[in-house]
């Protein structure tokens, strides 16, 4: 069972407090007007909560075709039909992907790092193009202080190293979720591991080798203005991140679902990266239910682009309304 309450997400104090008096505080959003190098991308995205600034990355978006058991427990044609029903192509899926930078207490922190760019060059650029906008929202990779990490897929760690397997970010402290490092180091873990999550442990060892992390516990701060929460299911360590500012908050929730036209509407359905689907799906229920009670701004990893919205009750699921109030 999913063990995480409200008690545990506002961990602190001050937290609790805050939440209490918040209400609602709908985000403020502004399109960044940086100006990349020639041939750049400018896939970036800025907002505020409170005195910290949050730059939305976009890394990039795959196109491919429906796997047999991309939802393992419907049907292909059933789970075809709710992509079509969001005008992609027929038998196609889309995927988009967005890490988050933040700038709260003097320091810069990355949260996730996309596909890298080993798979900008794989992709002729449909993805692994975090360090690119980056780049043209003007934020030096080796100015990075801390990298925050979700979970242990490979589209959130694998640019933490260059194409030629360098480390990418030289100056950054890498912090990880403990629970998902002992599992994704050991081998033996293997068994306890779905068929598409098993090819994970050779990656995970191929990224990490020769960085240093340090492994953090949920329910603690884990940067200026950041907590992290569990919610496992998707992996066994997987977490998601609330980060306050004064009264307002926002939590960014990595994979706590995938394409939310699909998988919001139908938390019940399980993506086959979902390592154990039963949890994931209560995850989903009780992390949104959540989310809703507080009027929390959800800042989601495969949301289309700039990923940030709110949720809202539909039906037996849920859905987004993305924040479109640019000022």
Request: aromatic share 8%; net charge neutral; charged share 20%.
């Amino acid at each position: 069972m999913t063990q995480f309450t409200r008690r545990d997400v506002f961990a602190t104090a001050a937290g609790a407090a805050a939440t209490a008096a918040a209400g609602f505080n709908p985000l403020t959003l502004a399109s960044a007007n940086a100006q990349g190098v020639a041939g750049s991308t400018t896939g970036v995205y800025r907002y505020k909560l409170g005195d910290i600034e949050l730059i939305q990355v976009l890394d990039g978006a795959r196109t491919f075709p429906m796997p047999d058991k991309f939802v393992a427990n419907v049907d292909k044609e059933q789970a075809a039909a709710a992509f079509e029903g969001l005008y992609m192509p027929k038998g196609q899926v889309t995927i988009s992907f967005s890490p988050l930078i933040v700038k709260s207490g003097g320091k810069t922190i990355a949260i996730d790092t996309g596909n890298g760019l080993g798979a900008f060059a794989a992709t002729k650029g449909a993805v692994g193009n975090t360090r690119a906008n980056m780049q043209a929202a003007g934020i030096d990779v080796k100015a990075v202080d801390i990298v925050l990490i979700s979970h242990f897929h490979g589209d959130h760690i694998n640019g933490l190293k260059n194409a030629d397997g360098t480390p990418a970010y030289t100056s950054a402290e890498i912090k990880v979720p403990e629970a998902e490092q002992k599992f994704w180091t050991d081998e033996s873990n293997q068994s306890k591991a779905n068929g598409a999550n098993k090819g994970n442990f050779a990656n995970v060892k191929k990224v990490f080798d020769g960085l240093k992390t340090t492994p953090f516990e949920v329910g603690k701060e884990v940067a200026p203005g950041i907590t992290a929460i569990a919610t496992p299911g998707h992996t066994p360590g997987h977490v998601s991140f609330i980060i306050s500012s004064g009264s307002k908050k926002l939590v960014v929730q990595g994979d706590v679902t995938n394409q939310p036209g699909v998988f919001m509407r139908n938390p019940n359905w399980h993506l086959v990266f979902d390592n154990d689907g039963a949890m994931a799906e209560a995850t989903r229920r009780k992390f949104y239910d959540m989310a809703m009670a507080e009027k929390m701004p959800v800042v989601g990893y495969h949301f289309p682009f700039p990923a940030a919205g709110y949720v809202e009750k539909d039906g037996n699921g849920y859905r987004l309304i993305q924040v479109h109030a640019l000022t």
